[in-house]
């Protein structure tokens, strides 16, 4: 702007100046001091109380008059740092109520008391609130309340008298705290259980339940103790009121608590704990029916076991004397008895059964090794009889015809009660024979009077007159003394029995007009061996076969004959017949056969046998089929060796033995499991809350015993 007067452009300032005075003078006017609070009475409150009065005392400080508008404004509780809802109401210097806030005037200098009361005062513990002059703070006003407090603060649970509460290990549980007061209560609490305390802090609202969580010590549980159920244990929980920042002694309570511990989530737990109970009563069923039933089994295996290795060692004493067939029935009836005996599984309900059986089986295989010893003991007697001489050949013969009709019968594995009276009735007599050994026989004195007496009408005055005969009698006169009445009955009753057969056989040789040199050395010869020969070579004559011929056959090459075998199919431990036989069949009726002695090696276990035909078994092979090769050497009577220009040999394939009922065991094992199985569950349905009322140790020592003494289970091994 230009102003081109001089007196005008100093005009111009000057107002300003003046204006700017006038305005700094208004406002030194208006700006004045606030009143001033010299002290106020403590606003302590009692718990119970919702309501406080305090007097402030006032002082205008100014040098001139003072309007004022008191206020208290922004009350707030420490405990929650929230808004308290305080009513306040102000009396005037007049005494009178003025509401809320209170305005009026103050001369200079003046001190003046003002009354404020405060209702609603709820909350515990200190609050604040800010007195404000023209709105203008000017102080801060504090109200405490703490002491009386009616600190009406439970745990929540059931019952509430002394609350349950589950604590599982490593996982924090919330519970909440119930306040019954119309006040924040800012608390700490300690959960005390086992001598060990876990705590923490927590602010409760009014009239209502407040969460808080708690982690519970590891050092409360015990997987022990709380195996089978929670471990219930008492404990407490101290819970006081604990402002932030105060020391000293407030309200607090102790609340009795059942702490029930578990070591494990409780439906983890109580599966496992099913599954244990069931184990342990299990264990006391498997325990009861060892002792009472597989120990037993197993007593009884072992002393038929041992029945049977003493039968064994006696079969094995017996001797070859004995046919190979029987020998071989003896020992595979001893063999299967063991096979057939359990041994893994005895509490089974066959198992009873099989024992029985084997038990059973023993007894009837020592009935014949028994009769199979005394069989033997007779021919040994035999044996001696004939090596002593004097003995009458046909006694001989009856004895061995008797032993043999025994050792037939015997062979059989089960005996019927009429066949073990045949075997005991023919080994009866053949003893009663060689008991009587040097002593007549009336029997036999009656056969050699009519044998006598068909022999002196072969033997008429033309009959002796023949050429061979007369050549035979030259050779062997002894016989012919028979002929004569009066030496006849002076010879003993075993010499006539003799020269009777040698008579009998010198009658067939005169009739076929021989005069074999091998049959008349026999002939001139007085023992029991040679009059067997001689009758024997008389047998081939008859049969137009001589050893020779079967020589010539055996030394073919290749040598023309042949096995037969009485199955197709061999398995372990199962009899088999085995036969050498000749090409030409009637070689193989001829008695010149009788002359060679075939001696069989099974070619496993060094194991003969001697005759043209033999019973063999053939043990359990680790792979199959198992072949076996069987070779057979041949002797003549004195032992002088028959050659074949190539090994007799013949090859038996052993096959894989059947099944043996694994199958129908298993079945008997899971029938026994079923009904063992329910029979534990219903045990435990009808004892579980005794049981689980016990602590663990006493728990396990009574399920065990509980197990134990199962009648069901028992009952289920006892085959019906």
């Known amino acids: 702007m230009h102003l081109p007067r001089p007196r005008l452009r100093r005009a111009v300032p000057l107002c300003l100046a003046a204006c700017a005075l006038l305005t700094g003078m208004?406002?030194?006017?208006?700006?004045?001091?606030?009143?001033?609070?010299?002290?106020?009475?403590?606003?302590?409150?009692?718990?119970?109380?919702?309501t406080a009065s305090t007097t402030l005392q006032l002082h205008n400080?100014?040098?001139?008059?003072?309007?004022?508008?008191?206020?208290?404004?922004?009350?707030?509780?420490?405990?929650?740092?929230?808004?308290?809802?305080?009513?306040?109401?102000?009396?005037?210097?007049?005494?009178?109520?003025?509401?809320?806030?209170?305005?009026?005037?103050?001369?200079?200098?003046?001190?003046?008391?003002?009354?404020?009361?405060?209702?609603?005062?709820?909350?515990?513990?200190?609050?604040?609130?800010?007195?404000?002059?023209?709105?203008?703070?000017?102080?801060?006003?504090?109200?405490?309340?703490?002491?009386?407090?009616?600190?009406?603060v439970s745990l929540e649970g059931n019952p509430p008298e002394k609350p349950e509460i589950e604590f599982v290990k490593g996982s924090p549980l919330d519970l909440r705290w119930k306040n019954d007061d119309a006040m924040h209560y800012p608390i700490s609490w300690e959960f005390f259980v086992k001598g060990k305390a876990v705590g923490g802090a927590t602010i409760v609202g009014p009239n209502g339940s407040t969460k808080f969580t708690v982690t519970p010590r590891d050092g409360w549980f015990s997987l022990y103790q709380s195996f089978f159920k929670s471990e219930a244990v008492d404990g407490t929980v101290t819970v006081g009121y604990k402002p932030a920042g105060a020391v000293g002694a407030y309200p607090s309570k102790t609340i009795p608590i059942k702490a029930r511990l578990s070591y494990y989530d409780p439906g983890v737990r109580d599966e496992v704990a099913m599954i244990a109970i069931l184990v342990i009563l299990a264990a006391g069923g498997i325990v009861s029916a060892y002792v009472n039933v597989d120990l037993v089994n197993r007593i009884k295996a072992i002393s038929i076991s041992k029945r049977v290795g003493q039968l064994a060692r006696v079969i094995g004493e017996i001797g070859p004397q004995l046919n190979s067939q029987m020998r071989v029935s003896l020992l595979l009836e001893r063999g299967r008895i063991t096979e057939t005996l359990p041994r893994r599984v005895l509490f089974t309900p066959e198992t009873g059964a099989a024992l029985a059986q084997s038990d059973a089986?023993?007894?009837?295989?020592?009935?014949?090794?028994?009769?199979?010893?005394?069989?033997?003991?007779?021919?040994?007697?035999?044996?001696?009889?004939?090596?002593?001489?004097?003995?009458?050949?046909?006694?001989?013969?009856?004895?061995?015809?008797?032993?043999?009709?025994?050792?037939?019968?015997?062979?059989?594995?089960?005996?019927?009660?009429?066949?073990?009276?045949?075997?005991?009735?023919?080994?009866?007599?053949?003893?009663?024979?060689?008991?009587?050994?040097?002593?007549?026989?009336?029997?036999?004195?009656?056969?050699?009077?009519?044998?006598?007496?068909?022999?002196?009408?072969?033997?008429?005055?033309?009959?002796l007159a023949d050429a061979t005969c007369i050549k035979i009698k030259a050779h062997a006169p002894i016989p012919f003394t028979l002929l004569d009445p009066g030496v006849s009955q002076a010879a003993s009753q075993g010499e006539r029995d003799a020269n009777t057969r040698r008579l009998a056989v010198i009658a067939d040789l005169v009739q076929m007009q021989s005069a074999d040199a091998r049959i008349l050395e026999c002939l001139s010869r007085q023992d029991f061996v040679s009059l067997q020969l001689a009758e024997l070579l008389l047998m081939e004559l008859k049969d137009g076969v001589s050893l020779n011929d079967l020589r010539a056959e055996i030394a073919a090459n290749p040598p023309r004959v042949y096995f037969i075998t009485d199955r197709d199919t061999v398995r372990p431990n199962t009899p088999i017949l085995l036969k050498l036989m000749f090409n030409k069949w009637r070689y193989n009726r001829a008695a010149a056969r009788r002359r060679i002695e075939c001696t069989w090696d099974f070619g496993h276990n060094s194991l003969t046998e001697k005759g043209w035909e033999v019973y063999h078994y053939f043990p359990r092979a680790a792979t199959y089929p198992a072949p076996y090769s069987i070779t057979v050497t041949l002797t003549d009577i004195d032992h002088m060796a028959i050659a074949a220009p190539i090994p007799i040999v013949h090859t038996v394939k052993v096959s894989k033995p059947r099944g043996e009922g694994h199958a129908h065991r298993a079945v008997e094992v899971e029938r026994w499991a079923v009904g063992f199985f329910v029979a534990l569950v219903g045990l435990f349905a009808g004892a579980k809350d005794k049981i689980l009322s016990l602590d663990t140790a006493g728990a396990v020592f009574a399920l065990f015993l509980l197990g134990f003494g199962i009648d069901m289970a028992k009952n289920l091994l006892v085959s019906k």
């Open 26 to 50: 208004a406002s030194a006017g208006d700006a004045q001091e606030t009143l001033q609070l010299v002290l106020y009475t403590p606003l302590n409150v009692d718990g119970a109380a919702t």
């Open 361 to 463: 089986d023993a007894d009837a295989l020592k009935v014949r090794v028994d009769l199979a010893a005394q069989i033997s003991d007779a021919i040994l007697r035999e044996d001696h009889a004939l090596n002593a001489g004097g003995v009458a050949p046909s006694l001989m013969d009856q004895v061995a015809k008797d032993l043999s009709a025994a050792q037939d019968l015997l062979k059989k594995s089960v005996l019927s009660p009429g066949e073990l009276q045949k075997i005991q009735l023919a080994l009866g007599g053949a003893t009663n024979i060689l008991d009587r050994i040097g002593q007549p026989d009336d029997d036999l004195e009656k056969a050699l009077a009519a044998r006598l007496q068909d022999l002196k009408a072969r033997f008429t005055p033309a009959f």
């Open 61 to 152: 400080a100014n040098a001139a008059a003072l309007k004022y508008t008191l206020a208290i404004v922004n009350a707030q509780a420490r405990n929650t740092n929230q808004a308290a809802d305080w009513v306040v109401a102000f009396y005037g210097l007049d005494n009178k109520p003025a509401g809320p806030m209170l305005e009026g005037s103050a001369a200079a200098g003046q001190s003046f008391p003002i009354r404020v009361d405060l209702s609603h005062v709820v909350e515990a513990g200190e609050s604040t609130a800010e007195l404000q002059c023209n709105n203008v703070k000017i102080a801060d006003l504090s109200l405490v309340k703490e002491q009386g407090l009616p600190f009406k």
